[in-house]
C-alpha cells in the first residue's frame, strides 16, 4: 500500500508548485460534466479560441514501424488556424482515452517543444499531410520522451481531464473507482 506524504511549512516546495499547480489549473478551467474525453473538445476550442480536430489514424502506413514506449501514439500539429490531433485508432477505447487526454494538456497548456528525433520514421504520415515534410512536422512538433517538463506536464493534464470525466460519469456506483479518483485531503 502507498501512502501519501503529508506537506509540512518545512517542505522545500510550495503547495501550489508541480502537481498541486497542475490540478489548481484544471480545477481552474471550470471544465463542464462531461462522460467521454471528446466531449470536452468544444470546450477546449472555446478556451483556446482555436479549432481543434481529433484524427483517428488507422492506416498502418502512417503509423510508426515500432509501437513501442518510445514510439508516438498520438501527435498534436498546431497550424495557423487549427490544432489537429492526430491518434492511434487501432488501440484500445481507453488507450486513445489517454492519448487523447495527453494532446489536450499540450493545447491547454500550448507546448512548443522541438525535438529532432521521433518523427524520423513517420514521414508525412501516411499521407494524410502530403505536403507536410518531416522536418516542418518535426518543426511544429517533436517530443519525444516522457521526462521532458512538457511531456510530464501533458502526461499529468491528460490524467487529470480523464480523473474530471470519470468523476462524472459512474463514479459514484463504482467503489473501486472511488477509491482510484478520490482526491487527496
Do not use: K, N
Request: charge should be negative; aromatic fraction near 6%.
Amino acid at each position: 500500500m502507498f501512502f501519501r506524504r503529508r506537506r509540512t511549512a518545512t517542505d522545500d516546495t510550495a503547495p501550489g508548485d508541480g502537481a498541486c499547480a497542475l490540478r489548481d489549473f484544471v480545477d481552474g478551467l471550470g471544465l463542464p460534466p462531461v462522460s467521454d474525453i471528446r466531449e470536452l473538445v468544444p470546450f477546449v476550442e472555446q478556451y483556446t479560441g482555436r479549432p481543434v480536430e481529433l484524427i483517428p489514424v488507422t492506416d498502418a502506413a502512417a503509423l510508426p514501424q515500432s509501437l513501442d514506449a518510445a514510439s508516438p501514439c498520438g501527435l498534436w500539429l498546431a497550424t495557423d488556424t487549427t490544432d489537429y490531433v492526430f491518434h492511434d485508432a487501432t488501440t484500445s477505447l481507453a488507450h486513445q482515452d489517454v492519448i487523447i487526454g495527453h494532446e489536450l494538456g499540450h493545447i491547454l497548456r500550448r507546448h512548443h517543444t522541438v525535438d529532432g528525433g521521433f518523427l524520423a520514421g513517420v514521414g508525412t504520415l501516411g499521407g494524410i499531410l502530403p505536403d507536410m515534410t518531416p522536418a516542418l512536422i518535426r518543426m511544429l512538433v517533436g517530443r519525444t520522451r516522457y521526462a521532458e517538463p512538457d511531456e510530464v506536464e501533458a502526461e499529468t493534464i491528460g490524467s487529470l481531464l480523464l480523473a474530471h470525466v470519470h468523476a462524472h460519469h459512474s463514479a459514484h456506483d463504482d467503489p473501486i473507482s472511488r477509491t482510484l479518483l478520490r482526491r487527496p485531503r
